[in-house]
């Protein structure tokens, strides 16, 4: 049952996301998984985007949903009111089509301000829109608190990928009954995690979900299905493209900020150097916040735009600096970052996404990822899947499953297995993206295509559009996108009055 609450409010707190992960002991220290979140890399580079109200005519719905789909105990049965948002501006009614957004490992708050490929196109598709927040995050949270929920290793066993698309399935058959839209299709969208969650669900749920549009979502970055090094090899690839002066200064630079780190005050003169907001205590503290600088850059882009320009064009004209490597990595980040009072280490509210992203990479969200030789970061650390189980059974009590994501949904042999199961998916990849190295690159079928962009980043093609500045090949493959999603839609019908006749 769902109560309508009341319209979104712009003022809903805005929160930074990027690079929290499930802590594993590499090597000797806390190695950091970068993070598929959106949010954060506009947050860091596209600010404005986030800054712009909640569109107009949204209202906000709670629906009273199950802990636990999937048993019959007495405690499966226990509810808590889960948040969804519907846009009903250019619906159609009757079996006009609903297209459903994915919340991921986030609230939902800053999606309804950065995603506007389903606003954008419901009036061209009389579309119903909806967006769904995902459990234990935002307002979703069941056991009454963030802290019952998260701390207490029984309520934290229905944080899960399963439980989430079941959760989507109820409020979707929910939404559909109260509308009186029995007939209408479904395309489901989500970007990042959640483009694996449609991914997902239109293979799961596929009496739900007519299809599914799956923005830079890594499905096959599991177990050994991709290179554990290919996330940072597109890292590096990104900067040795855009300069091979700037890349080899990178190169450089880690011997040199562990050989200042080393000195009686090394790491008050890289605190200087750097600009720090607060004191580095070492420098692989400083180390770390290159590494997700350089990271960040490579995965977030928006045209005209080009971080990494910004970084290689100041590193390669700091002629001031003369043979001091760290004079020009310090100035590259000055100039990407922009005019601030300080760069680097600045002190930050710890996220609901901080929170709850490392128990999903600890339980069921097993991403390998490796730094060799062949990439620019350092130091070399290596994946290593028992250091990864030993710290997350330190962590939460409970061993990860590596290999649960390739069992219950796939991933092995993709383009065999799927080719005659299922149909009606898009996997919109910018290759620019590290995560796209686990993702689908190539057409499976006739109907599960990709559609990968030489210049894209990460989630691009999902993001609100800007008329002034986004490129023809941007707005060719958002075209192309809904044709091929008004072509589900409308074989749709043809079968629907088929079937009636």
């Not at 959760?167 to 009954?177: M, N, P, Q, R, W």
């Not at 890292?235 to 050989?259: F, G, H, M």
């Not at 980043?457 to 993001?463: A, G």
Request: charged content about 20%.
């Amino acid at each position: 049952m769902a109560t309508n609450s009341s319209k979104a409010s712009p003022q809903w707190l805005l929160l930074a996301i990027f690079i929290s992960s499930a802590l594993y002991n590499v090597n000797g220290f806390w190695f950091k998984l970068p993070r598929t979140s959106l949010s954060r890399g506009l947050r860091e580079h596209y600010p404005r985007i986030l800054e712009q109200n909640i569109p107009d005519g949204f209202e906000t719905f709670f629906y009273n949903q199950t802990i636990d789909h999937f048993n019959y105990r007495p405690e499966s049965f226990t509810t808590f009111r889960q948040r969804y948002l519907i846009y009903s501006k250019h619906w159609g009614g009757g079996q006009a089509p609903i297209l459903a957004f994915m919340g991921a490992e986030e609230p939902i708050d800053d999606d309804l301000k950065a995603i506007g490929f389903l606003t954008e196109n419901s009036e061209r598709l009389k579309a119903l829109v909806v967006f769904m927040e995902h459990r234990y995050y935002g307002q979703s949270v069941p056991f009454g608190s963030r802290s019952e929920a998260l701390n207490n290793t029984n309520n934290r066993g229905y944080f899960n990928s399963a439980q989430a698309l079941a959760d989507y399935a109820e409020i979707l058959l929910h939404v559909k009954k109260t509308h009186d839209a029995t007939y209408s299709p479904v395309i489901v969208v989500g970007g990042s995690y959640g483009g694996e969650l449609a991914t997902w669900f239109r293979l799961k749920y596929p009496h739900i979900a007519l299809g599914a549009l799956a923005s830079s979502a890594p499905v096959l970055y599991y177990e050994d299905i991709t290179p554990h090094n290919a996330y940072y090899s597109i890292v590096t690839k990104n900067y040795r493209d855009t300069s091979e002066t700037c890349y080899q200064t990178i190169l450089k630079s880690w011997a040199e900020i562990q050989r200042v780190g080393e000195l009686p005050d090394g790491a008050s003169i890289l605190s200087k150097q750097f600009k720090t907001c607060t004191p580095l205590r070492n420098e692989n503290e400083l180390r770390d916040a290159l590494a997700g600088m350089y990271s960040s850059t490579s995965q977030y882009g928006r045209p005209p735009e080009n971080p990494i320009e910004k970084f290689c064009g100041a590193v390669d004209k700091a002629t001031a600096c003369g043979n001091d490597i760290l004079c020009k990595i310090a100035a590259g980040v000055f100039a990407q970052k922009g005019d601030r009072p300080c760069y680097i280490n600045k002190p930050k509210n710890r996220t609901e996404t901080d929170e709850g992203w490392p128990w999903q990479s600890c339980s069921e969200m097993v991403v390998p990822m490796s730094i060799d030789e062949k990439t620019m970061l350092r130091p070399v650390n290596i994946f290593n899947l028992t250091e990864v189980i030993d710290q997350c059974q330190q962590e939460y009590g409970v061993p990860p499953r590596p290999n649960w994501i390739t069992t219950y949904y796939g991933g092995h042999d993709i383009k065999l297995t799927l080719q005659r199961f299922t149909g009606n998916i898009i996997f919109s990849n910018g290759l620019r993206d590290p995560y796209s190295a686990g993702g689908v690159l190539k057409n499976i079928s006739d109907s599960i295509i990709a559609l990968p962009t030489v210049n894209g980043s990460h989630c691009l093609d999902i993001v609100k559009s800007n008329k002034t500045s986004d490129p023809d090949w941007l707005v060719q493959q958002r075209k192309t996108e809904v044709e091929i999603i008004e072509g589900w839609i409308a074989k749709y019908y043809a079968d629907l009055k088929a079937i009636n006749k």
